[in-house]
T-cell receptor, first 114, second 110 residues
Framework: ETGVTQSPTHLIKTRGQQVTLRCSSQ?????VSWYQQALGQGPQFIFQYYREEENGRGNFPPRFSGLQFPNYSSELNVNALELDDSALYLC?????????????FGPGTRLTVT | DQQVKQNSPSLSVQEGRISILNCDYT??????FLWYKKYPAEGPTFLIS?????DKNEDGRFTVFLNKSAKHLSLHIVPSQPGDSAVYFC?????????FGTGTSLTVIP
């Protein structure tokens, strides 16, 4: 059974650019959530996808968007990058009901915006 | 607004003693609470959870206590081991919204 994987591990982008981060869910999991963790903070919920549909969203602007694919892998897209978008981006997968809270996290993608 | 708060950024405990990590929340609609452990360069790992209909849940050395009237959650680790040294996050959920605290860095001294 493979765990949650994320790519790339690290990324450096320039303000105004766009970025796509990728996540492969743990085998059999159909729900994926994305989080932003700024330095010294806890993870902040961005949104969740359940069976390819967005199923909840935190307090993030529309330039943060996502996709979930039929194999339940997922992408996080951020447009018009700002310096404050620099953070660790975590995805987490879970099985079954979208309300199930036992999520399995990937190691994260460290995004630096200069 | 920070709906889940961990007011102690760090905690040091002697090996074998009890570690108590605390968490406070503001939203009375939260119905599920969790603790996660995080090692450097890894994602958070689920540790233990508790539903709002319970006041205690135990799993081996780990016990989570929930005081709904005080909106307070705590994690007890007994006995503490050096391998428990990590950052611990508490989290709360309502429906499919999830909120994490800022974390407490636990150091267990051999």
């Amino acid at each position: 059974e493979t765990g949650v994987t994320q790519s790339p591990t690290h990324l450096i982008k320039t303000r105004g650019q766009q970025v796509t981060l990728r996540c492969s869910s743990q085998s059999g999991h159909n729900t994926v959530s994305w989080y932003q963790q700024a330095l010294g903070q806890g993870p902040q919920f961005i949104f969740q996808y359940y069976r390819e549909e967005e199923n909840g969203r935190g307090n993030f602007p529309p330039r943060f968007s996502g996709l979930q694919f039929p194999n339940y892998s997922s992408e996080l897209n951020v447009n018009a990058l700002e310096l404050d978008d620099s953070a660790l981006y975590l995805c987490a997968s879970s099985l079954g009901s979208p309300n199930l809270s036992e999520q399995y996290f990937g190691p994260g993608t460290r995004l630096t915006v200069t | 607004d920070q709906q889940v708060k961990q007011n102690s950024p760090s905690l040091s405990v002697q090996e074998g003693r009890i570690s108590i990590l605390n968490c406070d929340y503001t939203n009375s609609m939260f119905d599920y609470f969790l603790w996660y452990k995080k090692y450097p360069a890894e994602g958070p790992t689920f540790l233990i959870s508790i539903s709002s209909i319970k006041d205690k849940n135990e799993d081996g050395r780990f016990t989570v206590f929930l005081n709904k009237s005080a909106k307070h959650l705590s994690l007890h680790i007994v006995p503490s081991q050096p391998g428990d040294s990590a950052v611990y996050f508490c989290a709360a959920s309502t429906g499919n919204q999830f909120y994490f605290g800022t974390g407490t860095s636990l150091t267990v001294i051999p």
